[in-house]
């Protein structure tokens, strides 16, 4: 039955020291170089932006002027946001915006890319590689439903995963 | 005598791999550093400005004119595809970050060497881009 030697085991630990110091040098040096800027919230505030001002979603009258945070019922289905956002990639931004009407708790629900949203809300609140950003915000609209305008809320919930 | 010779043998072979460890190391490092060089910053963070001002150039309802100022970088830029790519005049290295089109507004392709400023006209349902160099 072989035997291990007393030499390989001092070479086995030698080896293991250094590749931890190695690796500990490699860590440092990839830590300090900055090559990422995130822009994962901008971007976030920039899409809902982009839906408050997007004829796709609000209220356009007969001489075409678009009145932003008017929302207008007829439009607020499902498949809009398509029109709205074309990314090339898949996994770019997804987003769930529900809308209530004032006083009440249900609200009218869509969603921009449904399938990565639900992929990533478990990760919201993990950071770093593999995690997401997450953005939500609330915004004062006026409901258009036929002739009636109404007071209510557009609560926006945006998931952009990290880079 | 030969025992002896065998032992020699085998602490050549513990450094030999020690060696070819240390140049793997060393290999990794110059990867990591190789892959940044003094202008990728820059590069980087042009490509995620100018993807952020696309998409907010989308988000106007009416007309627009806006000029943005490449402060004398002499970067390429290409923006396609919805990407805005940046890269060093000898193609050597580059940036890129998405934005978002909108299926009824077109955007024109657009590829420049090193221009001073890039100008973004929306008009309609066009954008269009141009390259602005000092004379």
Known sequence: MPTISYETIIWTIRYSIFAAIMLTILVIVSSALIMNINVQEVESKVFINRVIYSKHINYVDENNRLYPGMVDMNKFYQGQLEIEFDYTIEKALAAKITLYEAGEEDGKRIYYNKKWYENWEPLVGIGGKGGVSFVQRNVSVLIKEGGDLKNGILEFKVIIPNT | ?135
């Open chain 2, 1 to 135: 005598m030969i025992k002896q010779k065998r032992g020699e043998a085998v602490l050549t072979l513990f450094r030999a791999a020690e060696l070819i460890l240390f140049a793997i190391a060393i290999l990794c490092l110059v990867v990591i550093i190789s892959k940044i060089d003094e202008k990728t910053y820059e590069m980087n963070f042009i490509a995620r400005d100018m993807a952020l001002l696309i998409d907010t150039i989308y988000a106007s309802p009416g007309d627009l004119e806006y000029i943005y100022d490449m402060k004398g970088y002499g970067f390429g830029l290409e923006i396609s595809d919805g990407y805005v790519t940046v890269y060093r005049p000898d193609y050597k290295a580059s940036q890129s970050y998405r934005f978002a089109e909108k299926k009824d507004v077109e955007i024109e392709d657009f590829r420049a060497e090193g221009p001073s400023s890039v100008k973004f006209v929306k008009k309609g349902n066009m954008i269009e881009i141009k390259a602005l160099y000092l004379d």
